[in-house]
């Protein structure tokens, strides 16, 4: 495979200001994590979710009613035209930004959506005894589909 067909991932200035930037095989921004609030996890997910869609694994969310929500836009005119997903708890946030073809921007959102939570169970399942500070995994709230 080229390097042009798969997604590359950019990590910004170390630190507090640290972004995850994941690139599309065009090479546009597609998803952005905020900025890195000093748990591992960012960087773990980030190099995860690149992999895993390089793969382009068909995947099925294995808690559809839990854990992750996808915010869609139109909820203010201040906020940026993107899909956000968040956990419930806002610890860890990724952005995926809009390309104008709102289904696909959701399609996206769902599978990287279905990713995360897939990613947190083999994470839990590896880590029985990791604290839910170090690995937030948000399963407490339906997600919200608006």
């Known amino acids: 495979m080229s390097p042009s067909s798969q997604w590359t991932l950019f990590i910004a200035r170390p630190g507090r200001d640290r972004q995850h930037v994941i690139r599309d095989p065009s090479g546009e921004p597609r998803l952005i994590f905020g900025e890195d609030d000093g748990k591992r996890i ?6 995860y979710l690149v992999e895993s869609l390089n793969a382009d694994p068909e995947i099925e969310d ?7 929500f996808l915010d869609s836009p139109g909820d203010g005119e201040a906020q940026d ?13 990724l952005e995926i930004l809009d390309t104008g073809h ?4 959701q399609a ?25 500070a170090d690995f937030p995994t948000a399963r407490q709230q339906p997600r919200s589909k608006r």
């Open 81 to 93: 035209p993107a899909i956000l997903i968040c956990d419930p708890d806002f610890e860890t946030r």
């Open 42 to 47: 960012n960087d773990r997910l980030a190099r």
């Open 108 to 132: 996206l959102g769902r599978k990287v959506v279905a990713l995360i939570n897939t990613y947190f169970i083999r994470t839990e399942a590896s880590y029985p005894s990791t604290s839910s």
């Open 62 to 68: 294995p808690n559809p009613d839990e854990g992750w």
């Open 102 to 105: 709102l289904e696909e921007d």
